[in-house]
């Protein structure tokens, strides 16, 4: 019994010499401090960054090429989600595991914008077939719902800190004009390829929203979710798909792992129809300054790039 | 309260319910029925997604516990028709379970974002976050409080059934013989160790929780042949080495939860190889001795 005790105590003190030791309590300045603002992923990061300009400094939780469903937070994630003046995340359930966090955060008094909300319900597209009512998350890869949600970021922005309301619009419109920009370069080059080549096959079901806004057939191998497995009637499904449409080339992704479209290439290729894999693209996150992809901009140019040239080169060499 | 302090009181409160029914499973030799919990839970929420049809619903972590319980009942009792060893019943049950999960989201849920994550939302680093408000009044982090609650019933579960936990424990021929049920403590228990593993899965995530039930326990098992020793070495361990993770973890910018299952991990090692009583050291120089001793003996009959 006495032994018993005395292990409690040791325990009891060295709680409390460790609580003792640690009260490093952080303040929380005003005044001409740059806005926390803690973003999910690394496209909310940059697009808040765009917007906010200098009178935010933005965190991004999960970093460049981090799949946003496997995410795992390291300590200083703790300081910085401690800190935050405002958290902006993507909803739709892509970062399902936080939501609750999130919502809690909301109702302690630190604004929450969930970039979903900045665009019409019409706009999000279900997955899981007919009567789902489940939303496909990725949503910025509809650049008409990034401009809805730089103007939605804008205004929140505003809201939190209206000394700079102006500036914040003013910054989400000439954002907006690069998003054109880039629109009018992914319909150019979408022009490139014969239509009916418009096909893109990837590992995941990230694309749908491009697929739709810029005319493309989008099949995946997987679905949404980064880990659920691709069953084996998926693969040879799609391998008959392919070598019917006589598609040339697929795409792996950023943050996905190919092994599943390399098994659907030799798949292909045993149906007697050549397939090759096109290269990476950016899905869940951004990549970095080496590949020069950092940004969304960036990002998506980067991306259709690599599927025009693809494609195109393909039916080149058909002649 | 620094966020530190807070975190490193979450982590020794989930460790310490964790690590007392930790013990008895290691001495039963069956603690990857932790493992096999944290994986067959999922089967629990998908069939709980399906009647609720809503991802938020309170009633998944209910379906999760419920086949946490199933789980271990299963493997229980698959145990007792000793037709097979204890850690093949645990994999017949735990694969079983989890691919039945598989399909089902495969064949059903498709494209809908359904895993164990999804509900059981586990993350040590943002356990202080997730706040557990009754009546408007904040009364701690949710994780603290739920699992303080758990750390009292398995508590008050060992303290008020020790003398029948032990008996069945090391003698359950015996046990029968004098009149109580091993069954009955047996099931008791393993449905405390789904509780525990649920609740820390939901308050830490997956990794921890087959750390923190077999990792003290462990280590005690090696440091000591009595009992009480036991749970009380488990709990100072399951203690020091949440508080050392935690630091470390914030030391070296990395995962906390990882960071304590490595301490978890190294400190167990250590106890191995060095266990006065029973360590891989001892043990050999022990033997070395011995068989010098007997060498000797043997040259001088010579």
């Known amino acids: ?319 | 309260m620094s966020i530190i302090t807070e975190i490193t009181l979450i982590a020794v409160v989930v460790s310490i319910a964790c690590a007392l029914p930790g013990v008895f499973l290691v001495l039963r030799g069956t603690t990857m029925v932790s493992d096999a919990i944290t994986h067959t839970v999922l089967l629990g929420i998908v069939i709980a997604f399906f009647v609720t049809r809503d991802l938020n619903s309170p009633l998944l972590l209910v379906g999760a516990t419920l086949t946490g319980v199933f789980t271990v009942w299963a493997i229980e009792a698959l145990q007792r028709t000793k037709l097979l060893g204890d850690d093949a019943a645990i994999g017949v049950v735990f694969p079983l379970f989890f691919s039945v999960a598989i399909i089902l989201i495969t064949r059903y849920t498709g494209d809908i974002h359904l895993d164990q994550d999804t509900v059981l939302m586990g993350e040590l680093a943002f356990a202080p976050f997730r706040r557990l408000t009754i009546f408007g009044v904040d009364v701690g982090a949710r994780a603290f409080v739920t699992m303080l609650v758990i750390l009292f019933i398995n508590a008050g579960f060992i303290g008020l059934f020790y003398k029948e936990l032990k008996v069945t424990t090391f003698d359950a021929a015996f046990a029968a013989a004098i009149g109580f049920s091993p069954a009955l403590i047996y099931y008791g228990l393993m449905t405390l160790v789904s509780l525990t593993a649920v609740g820390a899965y939901d308050s830490v995530g997956s990794i921890l929780v087959v750390g923190f039930m077999v990792g003290p326990g462990l280590t005690a098992y090696l440091l000591t042949h009595e009992l009480k020793k036991m749970i009380g070495l488990a709990v100072l361990f399951a203690s020091i080495n949440s508080i050392i993770g935690v630091r470390l973890a914030f030391a070296l910018d990395s995962s906390i939860a990882g960071m304590i299952a490595v301490v978890t991990g190294t400190v167990c090692l250590i106890a191995f190889l060095f266990s006065p009583k029973k360590g891989l050291i001892k043990n050999t120089l022990t033997r070395r001795r011995e068989r010098e001793a007997f060498d000797r003996k043997i040259n001088e009959i010579n």
Not at chain 1, 9 to 35: K, Y
Not at chain 1, 250 to 273: D, K
Request: aromatic share 10%.
């Open chain 1, 1 to 319: 019994m006495m032994k018993r005790k005395w292990i409690g105590f040791t325990i009891l003190m060295s709680i409390l010499m460790l609580a003792a030791c640690s009260n490093e309590t952080a303040t929380t300045p005003e005044g001409d401090e740059p806005i926390n603002v803690v973003a999910t992923t690394t496209m909310i990061a940059d697009l808040v960054e765009n917007i906010g300009g200098e009178y935010v400094a933005v965190t991004g939780l999960m970093g460049p090429g981090i799949d946003p469903h496997t995410y795992q937070p390291s300590a200083s994630d703790v300081y910085t989600m401690d800190e935050a003046d405002m958290i902006v995340y993507n909803g739709l359930h892509l970062e399902s595991q936080f939501i609750e966090m999130f919502e809690q955060f909301e109702s302690r008094g630190v604004p929450t914008t969930v970039i979903a909300d900045g665009m019409p319900s019409s706009a999000y597209k279900t997955v899981g077939g007919e009567g789902s009512t489940e939303y496909d998350p990725h949503i910025w890869f509809s650049v008409n719902n990034w401009i809805n949600a730089s103007e939605y970021v804008a205004e929140q922005l505003a809201e939190y800190d209206p000394e700079h309301a102006d500036d914040y619009e003013a910054n989400a419109q000439a954002y907006i004009e690069e998003l054109s920009a880039l629109a009018d370069y992914i319909e150019t080059r979408i022009e490139e390829v014969p239509e009916s080549s418009r096909y893109l096959v990837t590992a995941h079901d990230a694309f749908q929203y491009f697929g739709e806004e810029f005319n493309f057939e989008v099949v995946g191998l997987q679905g949404v979710n980064t880990q659920t497995e691709a069953g084996t009637g998926d693969i040879s499904g799609l391998a008959d798909f392919i070598a019917n449409q006589k598609i040339s080339a697929v795409f792996v992704e950023s943050s996905v792992s190919s092994r599943n479209i390399e098994a659907l290439i030799e798949a292909v290729n045993s149906r007697g129809q050549e397939l090759s894999n096109a290269g990476e693209l950016y899905s869940d996150a951004l990549g970095d300054e080496a590949h020069d992809t950092e940004t969304y901009i960036k990002m998506y140019r980067s991306n259709i790039d690599t599927i025009v040239d693809a494609l195109n080169g393909s039916q080149d060499n058909k002649h």
